[in-house]
């Protein structure tokens, strides 16, 4: 026989296992040891149980659909087809899909989901919307068949009877999920004014649709506010911490998005009668105003108003004529002040002792120099009652500076 290369032998080895139809889909249980998660995106990891391993490489094409992060020592369910690492003659499977296997397994990868959608900020309550007091239309995403959905109808009818849209929804299995999304989304394209989101109660398992990332983001990205009413009273999902609003149970959810008409026929009752009171009490009020303005104008009265503001008026002329005569009085003696403080200094006044100011006629200029005038120039002498038009004589230049003046 000729011999084979090594290639030829993996290969050919590889197409057997490849090809063969029980060794491919295949789902296998394990625990998750030596995982590596290269920067690739790729893991690499072995999957063994108690007397046997087998290694196993998820690529990142599988690893971004995961709905958990894997973890050293995880139980988990891995589905893949059975392959060949041709490069070094090693066998391995080749991940297509990968769960949590038990009820352990399941509370960690819902821990790793809370916490990271809690990171991105998907529960603040800056995000959620305001559930409508009086709702006209309520949408529900649930199973056609399921008790949710009875108990939903039942208490709304009791309660405040609207209309509600149902959207058949598979709330377990393979497809839930898509359908739980796929529901939401059909609902936000209507006009109901709420909706709500739910199943009855079950298993760990039997709720996780309402666990998946899809569906959190859906309730997160709606547009009308939902109310997550998922399981029993105890039971706590990821879409209750992104919906709106919170219900124990689907019958408490129907609870929270009607009123109970009863308590609105009373509220309104109440607020009747008050509004009648108030009524009564602001018409007698007015009604005692009036009589109070009714009084006023009566002919005696008026008159008797009329009298006490002419004698007002009276007085206040009375103060204001007594008041402006002060305030004149105060004015006269300070112009009189003024008057004969300026008096003191008044040119007038100090040629009533004698002086004369010469000035000339031609620029009204005050001679004040001997140097301001010349021979037979010109000269207007004030004086107290009048003025001297004089001619320049002579000029004597001494100390005393006098001016010889013709008439």
């Given at each position: 026989?000729?011999?084979?290369?090594?290639?030829?032998?993996?290969?050919?080895?590889?197409?057997?296992?490849?090809?063969?139809?029980?060794?491919?889909?295949?789902?296998?249980?394990?625990?998750?040891?030596?995982?590596?998660?290269?920067?690739?995106?790729h893991?690499?990891?072995?999957?063994?149980?108690?007397?046997?391993?087998?290694?196993?490489?998820?690529?990142?094409?599988?690893?971004?659909?995961?709905?958990?992060?894997?973890?050293?020592?995880?139980?988990?369910?891995?589905?893949?087809?059975?392959d060949?690492?041709?490069?070094?003659?090693?066998?391995?499977?080749?991940?297509?899909?990968?769960?949590p296997?038990?009820?352990?397994?399941?509370?960690?990868?819902y821990e790793?989901?809370?916490?990271?959608?809690e990171?991105?900020?998907?529960?603040?309550?800056?995000?959620?919307?305001?559930?409508?007091?009086?709702?006209?239309k309520?949408?529900?995403a649930?199973?056609?068949?399921?008790?949710?959905?009875?108990?939903?109808?039942?208490?709304?009818g009791?309660?405040?009877?609207?209309?509600?849209?149902?959207?058949?929804?598979?709330?377990?299995?393979?497809k839930?999920?898509?359908?739980?999304?796929?529901?939401?989304?059909?609902?936000?394209?209507?006009?109901?004014?709420?909706?709500?989101?739910?199943?009855?109660?079950?298993?760990?398992?039997?709720?996780?649709s309402?666990?998946?990332?899809?569906?959190?983001?859906?309730?997160?990205?709606?547009?009308?506010?939902?109310?997550?009413?998922?399981?029993?009273?105890?039971?706590?999902?990821?879409?209750?911490?992104?919906?709106?609003?919170?219900?124990?149970?689907?019958?408490?959810?129907?609870?929270?998005?009607?009123?109970?008409?009863k308590?609105?026929?009373?509220?309104?009752?109440?607020?009747?009668?008050?509004?009648?009171?108030?009524?009564?009490?602001?018409?007698?009020?007015?009604?005692?105003?009036?009589?109070h303005?009714?009084?006023?104008?009566?002919?005696?009265?008026?008159?008797?108003?009329?009298?006490?503001?002419?004698?007002?008026?009276?007085?206040?002329?009375?103060?204001?004529?007594?008041?402006?005569?002060?305030?004149v009085?105060?004015k006269?003696?300070?112009?009189?002040?003024?008057?004969?403080?300026?008096?003191?200094?008044?040119?007038?006044?100090?040629?009533?002792?004698?002086?004369?100011?010469?000035?000339?006629?031609?620029?009204?200029?005050?001679?004040?120099?001997?140097?301001?005038?010349?021979?037979?120039?010109?000269?207007?002498?004030?004086?107290?009652?009048?003025?001297?038009?004089?001619?320049?004589?002579?000029?004597?230049?001494?100390?005393?500076?006098?001016?010889l003046?013709?008439?």
């Amino acid at each position: 026989m000729p011999a084979y290369t090594v290639t030829e032998l993996n290969n050919f080895i590889k197409n057997i296992l490849t090809t063969d139809p029980n060794l491919n889909n295949v789902w296998v249980q394990g625990e998750i040891s030596n995982l590596t998660k290269h920067g690739s995106g790729h893991y690499y990891f072995t999957i063994k149980d108690k007397k046997s391993q087998i290694s196993c490489v998820s690529f990142r094409s599988v690893n971004r659909t995961l709905r958990f992060e894997p973890e050293k020592n995880m139980k988990v369910l891995v589905f893949g087809s059975v392959d060949v690492y041709t490069i070094r003659g090693q066998y391995q499977l080749r991940v297509m899909d990968m769960r949590p296997d038990g009820i352990g397994e399941l509370y960690k990868a819902y821990e790793q989901l809370k916490e990271r959608l809690e990171k991105e900020g998907l529960f603040s309550d800056i995000h959620k919307q305001t559930i409508p007091k009086f709702p006209k239309k309520i949408g529900v995403a649930t199973s056609a068949t399921g008790a949710a959905i009875h108990d939903i109808l039942n208490v709304i009818g009791r309660r405040y009877p609207v209309d509600i849209l149902l959207s058949p929804t598979i709330v377990q299995g393979e497809k839930s999920a898509e359908s739980i999304v796929h529901s939401i989304e059909l609902l936000n394209r209507t006009d109901v004014d709420v909706i709500i989101v739910g199943r009855g109660g079950g298993s760990l398992e039997d709720l996780w649709s309402f666990n998946e990332e899809a569906v959190a983001r859906a309730i997160f990205n709606s547009e009308k506010p939902i109310v997550s009413a998922v399981g029993h009273e105890t039971d706590y999902t990821i879409s209750d911490f992104t919906s709106d609003l919170r219900a124990p149970t689907p019958s408490a959810a129907a609870e929270l998005v009607v009123p109970d008409q009863k308590e609105v026929k009373r509220h309104l009752t109440n607020l009747s009668m008050r509004m009648e009171s108030e009524m009564r009490h602001l018409m007698s009020e007015r009604k005692k105003h009036l009589e109070h303005l009714r009084e006023k104008i009566e002919p005696e009265h008026f008159r008797d108003m009329l009298r006490q503001d002419y004698q007002h008026l009276d007085e206040l002329t009375s103060k204001l004529t007594t008041s402006i005569g002060r305030i004149v009085d105060n004015k006269a003696s300070e112009l009189r002040l003024q008057a004969s403080r300026l008096n003191s200094v008044s040119p007038l006044n100090t040629m009533g002792r004698g002086y004369s100011i010469a000035v000339s006629p031609d620029s009204r200029r005050i001679i004040t120099n001997v140097a301001d005038v010349k021979e037979k120039d010109g000269v207007d002498v004030i004086v107290s009652d009048g003025i001297l038009e004089c001619n320049v004589k002579s000029i004597r230049d001494d100390r005393k500076k006098y001016l010889l003046f013709e008439r």
